[in-house]
T-cell receptor, first 110, second 114 residues
Framework: GQNIDQPTEMTATEGAIVQINCTYQTSGFNGLFWYQQHAGEAPTFLSYNVLDGLEEKGRFSSFLSRSKGYSYLLLKELQMKDSASYLCAVRDYGTDKLIFGTGTRLQVFP | DARVTQTPRHKVTEMGQEVTMRCQPILGHNTVFWYRQTMMQGLELLAYFRNRAPLDDSGMPKDRFSAEMPDATLATLKIQPSEPRDSAVYFC????????????FGPGTRLTVT
């Protein structure tokens, strides 16, 4: 079976740092993706990890530990426009399928 | 600026009617995915094509849903007959098979079945 867990909601203050965690249990693993989705819009790609470690891309970083089935998305210098849902997704091994978590709704306050 | 397009963007229909949603993937992409998103269930994979061949539709209610790719520039998702529980946003996404390439999502079709 496949199971992906992430917190339902988080709040943070403008300018702060927030870490969104994702744990997964899947029958196969071929990479972990983070997507951002603003209300009423389509998901857009943020990051991809397939090996253990940290991938940094501007204000956003994503970490993966395959042995622990764990990833996090780190958002620095938060801006109001970062208020959105953040979706963790695992790609199934041998296919192109993404299994999505239910998403973490982040609200950034001034 | 290549992007996935979907039509219609909004659809309101009565229970029992047929609904057809269309998707034009990004030119050159060889995988196409149909997802359904609701508040309760999140983003669920309905069907998946690679090189136009259906590879997995296990997430789709087969009695009423069907997905096809008549050619490389068009993917369709049909619901017949539609039911109120089908109300959701339906996203199409396309990408390249394997590697680090992400899926690119279309803007979605917001379906309301009354």
């Amino acid at each position: 079976g496949q199971n992906i867990d992430q917190p339902t909601e988080m709040t943070a203050t403008e300018g702060a740092i927030v870490q969104i965690n994702c744990t997964y249990q899947t029958s196969g693993f071929n990479g972990l993706f983070w997507y951002q989705q603003h209300a009423g819009e389509a998901p857009t790609f943020l990051s991809y990890n397939v090996l253990d470690g940290l991938e940094e891309k501007g204000r956003f970083s994503s970490f993966l530990s395959r042995s622990k089935g764990y990833s996090y998305l780190l958002l620095k210098e938060l801006q109001m426009k970062d208020s959105a849902s953040y979706l963790c997704a695992v790609r199934d091994y041998g296919t192109d399928k993404l299994i999505f978590g239910t998403g973490t709704r982040l609200q950034v306050f001034p | 600026d290549a992007r996935v397009t979907q039509t219609p963007r909004h659809k309101v229909t009565e229970m029992g009617q047929e609904v057809t949603m269309r998707c034009q993937p990004i030119l050159g992409h060889n995988t196409v995915f149909w997802y359904r998103q609701t508040m309760m269930q999140g983003l669920e994979l309905l069907a998946y094509f690679r090189n136009r061949a259906p590879l997995d539709d296990s997430g789709m209610p087969k009695d009423r849903f069907s997905a096809e790719m008549p050619d490389a520039t068009l993917a369709t998702l049909k619901i017949q007959p539609s039911e109120p529980r089908d109300s959701a946003v339906y996203f199409c996404a396309s990408g390249f098979s394997g590697g680090a390439d992400e899926q690119y999502f279309g803007p979605g079709t917001r379906l309301t079945v009354t």
